[in-house]
C-alpha cells in the first residue's frame, strides 16, 4: 500500500518529478542531474529547450512533450511507459514541474494507478522571489498568472485585495506594466511590492517600493519589460471591521467638502489600502446624499 491508500503498481516504473534551474544552469542540484542521467524518458514542456539541458549535463534522453495544450492526451502514454517498468523523468521548462507549469494530470493519474512519483525538489521561482523579497513569508498566496484580460485581472485582483497573507504573481513581460498599473488602482498606491525581473539570470533586477513607486521604475528602465516576472505584494492590513468603513467614509466626506470625487477617492485609496474603485462608487454615494 503507498500513502494514497492504493496498492503500488507492480511493473516497477516510477515517475520522479525534477525541479531544473529558472535561469542559472549551475543551479541544477546533483540529485536532478543523476535523476535525469537514469531516466528511461523525460516528458517535457517543450522537447527543444530541455534537449539544450540535457546537453549541458552531457547526456541524451528519448523525450516526449507535455505542455498545456496536450497533456491530457500524453497521459496513456506515460501511463503505457511506466507500465513497461520505465523510470520517467518529468520537466519543465524552468523550475519546479506543476507550478504554474504542466504536469498535475500526469501526477494524478500516476498516483491514482500506484505508481511511485518522486519529488526531485529545487529550484522555484516564486521561493526565490519570496526570501529576498523582505516582505511576510509565514503566510503567503501564490495566485500564478492573472487573466490576460484587464476584466478578468481586476476582477481577480478585487477578490484578493483584503487578502492579508503575501501574494505571490507571475507575469509575462508584455502585460507586465499593465498588472502593475491594475494592482495600484485595486490595492491602492501605497501597497508595499517586490518585483524580480530575470531571477538568478545575468540581468537579473529587483525594483521595490509603493506600488506606484515600482511601476515608475519599470517605465523609467528601458530594460523593464523584459524577461520574466514574480511580484510580491504586502497583504492587507488586518480588517477592524466597520470602523475601517466609516473612517473612510469620514475621509471622503472631508475631502469632497474640498476636491472633485475622482481625487478624494484616490487619496482614501493611497491612504486606505481600500480599492479608489470602489472608494470612488462610495463617493459618489456620499455626494448624492
Partial sequence: MNMTGSVTHLSGG???VVATPIGNLADLSDRSRSVLSAADLVAAEDTRHSARLLQYIGITKPMVALHDHNERDRV??????LDEGLHVALI????TPLISDPGYVV??????????????PGPCALVAALSVAGLPTDRF???????ARRAGRRAALAELRTQEATLVFYESPHRIIDLMQDLAEEFGGERECVLG?????????FYSGTATAVLEQLQADSNGTRGEFVVVVRGSAPSEGETVDLDADRLLQLLLAELPVKKAA????????????ELYQRALELKQD
Fill in 141 to 147: 498566496l501564490f495566485a500564478g498568472f492573472l487573466p
Fill in 197 to 205: 525581473r530575470e531571477l538568478t539570470k545575468a540581468f537579473e533586477t
Fill in 266 to 277: 484616490k487619496i482614501v485609496a493611497e491612504v486606505s489600502g481600500l480599492g479608489k474603485n
Fill in 92 to 95: 519543465s521548462d524552468a523550475g
Fill in 76 to 81: 496513456s502514454r506515460i501511463l503505457a511507459a
Fill in 14 to 16: 516510477r515517475l520522479s
Fill in 107 to 120: 501526477v494524478r493519474e500516476a498516483r491514482k494507478a500506484g505508481y511511485p512519483v518522486t519529488p526531485i
